[in-house]
Nanobody
């Protein structure tokens, strides 16, 4: 069974940096797509950044130039490097992936991590 486990969240001062990791475990044939979302109690879950299997990335306007999404295919792990953090970046960050879990089928499935809290103090 595939699981996504995030790590790297925490408390940081404004202007600081954090690096989030998302490790996929279980039987994995391919990870077609990985993304990071963020959510606060007063907002719906929002897309932060995406990376597809070919390496193309996309970012929300609010994080362009500050955040970098990447992935290590050999380790089945995705990353979100967060620089120049602002208090408004405070949220729970979730990893999302579209994964083909079995060589026996062509289907892919959606998976979510449990979330990791990022708090940026002013």
């Amino acid at each position: 069974q595939v699981q996504l486990v995030e790590s790297g969240g925490g408390l940081v001062q404004a202007g600081g940096s954090l690096r989030l990791s998302c490790a996929a475990s279980g039987t994995i044939v391919s990870i077609n797509y990985m993304a990071w979302y963020c959510q606060t109690p007063w907002k719906q879950r929002e897309l932060v950044a995406t990376v597809i299997s070919g390496g193309k990335t996309n970012y929300a306007d609010s994080v362009k130039g500050r955040f970098t999404i990447s992935r290590d295919n050999a380790k089945n792990t995705g990353y979100l490097q967060m620089n120049s953090l602002k208090p408004e970046d405070t949220a729970v960050y979730y990893c999302y992936a579209v994964i083909r879990p079995s060589p026996a089928v062509e289907f892919v499935y959606n998976y979510w991590g449990q979330g990791t809290q990022v708090t940026v103090s002013s």
